[in-house]
């Protein structure tokens, strides 16, 4: 039997939640995901300025002529369901969105010149509202222990270990983006370590 391919337009949030309870899954044989830490930070740059994340084939699952071994994608824990689709192409890029996005584990990405790194990647608030900053520039790619550190790893340039220290530096964290509860819980903290000063939000 032949399958006609579909276009459907589908929210990202849905698509992450279908990642997320195993929904949508992998086929066993896809490779592991391989994108480096500065194209997350351009796929988080475009997706906060409200561009689409790009196309993704998938095929449904459940053909008795078609059996697929499956796996759940990077970063999902504790599912075993069978899913009702199967990535079939833009495996990276919804890998890449949902670690980053939707774990509260850091991302297993590498660099340019292929070190293994582990990242967690935050929003500068102060750049995002400023029209003449690049946005790309605006994603900051932080190591596991959340620091920044310099002179031979002896000082800290940066500290986000705690949720004071990210409201002190203005920086959003990316990965509880798609989760309400954690967003606003934050945005409380927020004005509340301003004092709860509305004019904080806008400096």
């Known amino acids: 039997m032949i399958i006609s391919p579909q276009s459907l337009d589908t929210n990202l949030s849905q698509l992450l939640a279908e990642v997320k309870s ?3 899954q992998l086929p066993e044989f896809q490779r592991d995901w391989t994108w480096d830490d500065n194209r997350i930070r351009g796929i988080i740059a475009s997706l906060s300025q409200g561009y689409p994340m790009g196309a993704i084939m998938r095929l449904q699952y459940g053909n008795p002529d078609i059996q697929f071994k499956y796996r759940t994608i990077t970063g999902v824990k504790g599912v075993s369901v069978k899913p009702e689709h199967l990535i079939l192409d833009g495996q990276q890029r919804l890998t890449s ?3 980053a996005t ?16 582990k990242r967690y990647y935050y929003l500068s608030m102060e750049k995002c509202l400023d029209d003449d900053e690049d946005r790309f520039d605006a994603v900051l790619s932080i ?3 959340r620091k920044i550190k310099e002179n ?5 340039k940066l500290d986000l ?6 409201y002190e530096n203005k920086l959003f964290p990316v990965n509880i983006v798609f989760d309400s509860n954690a967003v606003m ?11 709860m000063k509305p004019e904080a939000m806008d400096e």
């Open 22 to 24: 195993g929904s949508m």
């Open 97 to 99: 969105i949902y670690q």
């Open 143 to 145: 190591p596991e222990d």
């Open 161 to 166: 270990s705690t949720r004071e220290y990210e």
């Open 152 to 156: 031979f790893d002896r000082d800290v």
């Open 102 to 117: 939707s774990s509260k584990e850091p991302v297993s990405t590498k660099t340019e010149k292929g070190k293994a790194i």
């Open 185 to 195: 819980d934050w945005f409380m903290g927020y004005m509340t370590h301003y004092g």
